[in-house]
């Protein structure tokens, strides 16, 4: 009987830390995906950064980084959140999607034969917008409420 209980013993001891061990490898992968999308957004914004503004081709350059933002996006809103974090699911859909509509706008705005003052300055508005909703989740992220009088966040209760 003695044998019987150590032998229970050591094998829920066992399927506890192999459960544990699932939980913190989930959130493991979740907080390497969001380091590889920050060290990725530094690296695009390293690169817009040393374009020379004088080159013939500084818009072609210009354009395809921000493609590569564009890209890094929405792969940012494509992660499986943990369930802890759930609730910025949307957040990160809605930033993926004011980065698709600047770059659009970028594209439109220095891709026509005359420089569109108008939509650089609303491709320029979408893109602060997916920033901000970025700048939020990684507040939230690391366990601060930000506090801004335009955000709205629709905690679930399951």
Known sequence: MNKRIHIVFWAFLTAVILTACGE??????????????CTRISEIDSSINQ???????ATA??????DDLDS???HFAQLDFPQEFDYLENLADESSEYMTEAV??????YGG???DENTAEYAK??????????????SF??????????LSIEYGTE
């Open 72 to 74: 890094a996006f929405r």
């Open 51 to 57: 374009i020379d503004a004088q080159s013939d081709d």
């Open 104 to 109: 659009k706008s970028y594209h439109d705005a």
């Open 113 to 115: 034969e005359s420089y």
């Open 125 to 138: 508005q979408n893109y602060s917008r997916a920033y901000k909703r970025i700048q939020i989740i990684i």
């Open 61 to 66: 350059q210009l354009l395809a980084n921000l």
């Open 141 to 150: 992220l690391h366990g601060e409420e930000p506090t801004d009088a335009d």
């Open 24 to 37: 913190d490898s989930e959130l493991a992968r979740f907080k390497k995906s969001i380091d590889d999308f």
